[in-house]
């Protein structure tokens, strides 16, 4: 474990306790099926990095009401509910090392317990009595969904700019980081400035954390990731690393880039060509700029607040973002 | 077409007319695509019941607001959004008479549709302003979802008992046609008294329409169903009439019975066996007098409100839930 994880670990344990009991707590299910196909995805190791983001935004806010870490729930029922209709929509099989839930249950009981999931996140939501809040969530569902089914239309389309890429990574992940950050000033009652700054700092953030996490496909084994390698590229799920090798690589290179796209079934060996010539033309290292990039836009955002320890670890979570696999 | 329903039709055509034109309107997808899927289901000659029952709600509660045709929506993308999810969870492939979106489309573009619609029908409620009215949607949402969950855990069981079956039936349909009532009292100001009332209406409405809606399955023709003769029986779908036959005939018709609901590759003949058989044993009529009960409590239940022509309009369709294919 590296020394800043070390670090964002000591300042928020007591936090993600908590957080971890309003999970359990909030869930509420009518049956056992659901409470253990929504565990499943739920308790699996996932990092909590939405909640903690919205416990964070909203202390910073100086909020002293007690709902944060029951709201912070809203988020990560969202996040879950998108995982479970998102493998099924992949065609994923490991889901944080385990079996993808459609896979152990069915498609039908993936899909509904999804829909039980996205309710419960607007059902937490409205308690916090707030219209604005309820209305930032439900748009940004509108907003994910389409995200997906926009990165399904592209699949395996070699033609994908660097633009719609960046586009529908936007939907997909960095408006629900926003939302995160944006809903608990919200809920503080923040001034405007305020509630934009959290809002631009969990944007940038969150499309820094998608451009790394495509990376990540390229430049981590198995075992760190809890997916298959090269999963992206099997599903024909173009990333910045691959969009930018496409349009850098001298010809012959192309064509044969463009042929194991084309082709779910290469061997673990072309997969290694393909690392290895991403990384020799350049597309690891535009990737990992671009998160850089975004990371040092979310960072230069939460210069509106005063130094406080709450905004530091903001800031640490911020750095660690691109090297969270250590 | 039934006087009755001629009565109704000439009532309600100019708010159908703008119900029509609302549920165009509102959708608001950004991809052509989402536009195409919500459309097939959206528009594919839904009886838009419930936002009729919406409209009617709200000005039986003296609504004066110009939000009602709108709002109506709400319940309608809701809906829709779980036909396309149940569709697929039930492996039926007709709705309406048309091919279900999931096999036109595939799994994913049908669960993400249904997603989109599910949050588009929380941002149409959020945009009234009123957190309660969210709140009904979302732990309605949270309701059909387990509904479903409950029906699918209970499939080709011979012992789901009647019971158990309503209670599944209240989760996935009447908690529905209760909210849509309920809701425009709520955004008319209605007195508690008349919300009630309202509530109550619809939730008996909504038991009656799901029990005429599974008989149906055993009295109607394809042409009249837009679905496949037999469906519920062939996925395993125990109802009430099934039910009752179940605890009335002799054992070698029940024996018979269930070795058809456990065979769902039984012919035609059978099924016409089965349909004779629930005639003769009673079962037919005895889920032909649940349903009116249901709809006679439905009625009393509009008895606080004085007598307007908006009045008789909700207790015309009350009388044709039981009757709406003629």
């Keep these: ?25 909030n869930l509420k299910p009518h049956l056992d099926l659901v409470r253990d196909v929504a565990g499943h995805i739920l308790f699996s190791g996932g990092k909590r990095l939405r909640p903690l983001l919205m416990v964070l935004s909203a202390r910073v806010c100086d ?65 916090t009595g707030s219209v604005r809040i ?19 239309m592209r699949k395996g389309d070699i033609r994908l700019a660097e633009d719609e890429y960046l586009d529908v990574i936007r939907r997909k992940t960095a408006v629900l ?44 084994e198995t075992p760190q990731m809890g997916k298959q390698v090269g999963a992206d590229l099997r599903e024909g799920k173009l990333t910045l690393p691959v969009i930018h090798a496409l349009r850098q690589v001298q010809a012959a290179d192309r064509e044969w880039l463009v042929s194991i796209i084309r082709n779910p079934q290469f061997s673990a060996e072309d997969f290694r060509r393909v690392v290895d010539l991403l990384g020799s033309c350049g597309a690891i290292r535009y990737a990992e700029q671009t998160a850089e990039k975004y990371i040092a836009i979310a960072k ?9 320890a709450t905004l530091e670890t903001l800031v640490d979570i911020a750095d660690y973002a691109l090297h969270r696999h250590v």
Excluded at 1 to 25: F, H, N, P
């Design 63 to 127: 909020y002293t009401g007690g709902y944060d870490k029951t709201f912070s729930t809203a988020l990560e029922y969202l996040h879950a509910a998108t995982l479970l209709h998102d493998d099924l929509v992949d065609g994923a099989s490991l889901r944080r090392g385990k079996p993808a839930a459609y896979l152990k249950w069915g498609n039908p009981i993936a899909v509904l317990t999804g829909d039980f999931l996205l309710a419960r996140a607007l059902s937490v939501s409205a308690a």
């Design 177 to 220: 980081f926003e939302a995160a950050c944006r809903v608990s000033a919200v809920l503080a009652g923040a001034p405007k400035e305020k509630e934009a700054a959290l809002a631009q700092f969990g944007f940038n953030l969150g499309m820094a954390f998608q451009v790394a996490d495509d990376l990540f496909d390229y430049t981590l």
């Design 1 to 25: 474990m590296s020394d800043l994880k070390r670090k964002i670990l000591a300042a928020v344990q007591v936090d993600l306790e908590a957080i971890e009991t309003a999970l359990a707590e």
């Design 134 to 152: 309820v209305q930032i969530l439900a748009e940004l569902t509108e907003q994910m969904s389409q995200g997906e089914v926009h990165q399904l």
């Design 300 to 308: 230069r955002e939460l210069s509106v607040f005063p130094p406080s």
